[in-house]
């Protein structure tokens, strides 16, 4: 079975820091992972998706690296800014199906 | 292009009554799925459609539940009887897989109270 964690939980930093998110699951039998942000009350903005085959994807300030036989994944995020601070969630599909499992989340709030 | 939309964005019923939550995804999405997020707690898988088959009906967490795609495109995700238990955010995501690049993109979500 499937399992995701996040760590951590939830992150204060100042503005300029460049941050670390982690997520690792318990089923490398994955075909992808992807990262997503969530904002309060709103829904999840999808931000950067990895396939298996990759090792790390790329966009804008934001870098995801993933390495499936250890069953982990990092978000980075350089020179952070306030409008970075939301929840961050991984998700990555439970092996042989279409069901995605989600972590629960690094709430990141970014202090200007 | 116009994102994934879901209707009513909030929707307030009684114990016993049943609701309907509706989702437009992104034309062209053959993929279409709804989640669940209760209080304080992460995403709950419920359903999977491609086209209008649901090979993936996993989630749903009773047989309260159920839902129907037509078309190919709209969505409905239906409750009878609704229960306390049932309020939470319903959201739902649309994508077009190929070859291993399933990006899901999300509707804002239907906020559900049952009182």
């Known amino acids: 079975k499937q399992e995701v964690t996040q760590i951590p939980a939830a992150l204060s930093v100042p503005e300029g820091e460049n941050l670390v998110l982690n997520c690792s699951f318990t089923d490398s039998a994955i075909y992808n992972l992807q990262w997503f942000r969530q904002d309060p009350g709103k829904g999840l903005t999808s931000l950067l998706l990895i396939q298996s085959s990759q090792r790390e994807q790329t966009s804008g300030r934001l870098n995801a690296s993933l390495d499936k036989s250890s069953g982990r994944s990092t978000l980075y995020i350089a020179a952070s800014q306030p409008g970075d601070s939301a929840t961050y969630l991984c998700a990555v599909p439970s092996s042989g199906t279409y069901k995605y499992i989600f972590g629960t989340g690094t709430r990141l709030k970014v202090l200007a | 292009g116009a994102g994934v939309s879901q209707s009513p964005s909030n929707k307030v019923t009684e114990k016993g009554k049943d609701v309907e939550l509706r989702c437009d995804p992104i034309s062209g999405h053959t993929a279409l799925y709804w989640y669940r997020q209760s209080l304080g707690q992460g995403l709950e898988f419920l359903i999977y459609?491609?086209?209008?088959?649901?090979?993936?009906k996993s989630g749903l967490p009773s047989d309260r539940f159920s839902a129907e795609r037509t078309g190919g495109s709209v969505s409905t995700l239906t409750i009878q009887r609704t229960q306390q238990e049932d309020s939470a955010v319903y959201l739902c995501?649309?994508?077009?897989?190929?070859?291993?690049?399933?990006?899901?993109?999300f509707g804002p979500g239907t906020r559900l109270t049952v009182l």
């Open positions: 995501a649309s994508s077009f897989p190929s070859g291993g690049a399933d990006t899901q993109y």
């Open positions: 459609f491609q086209g209008n088959s649901a090979p993936d």
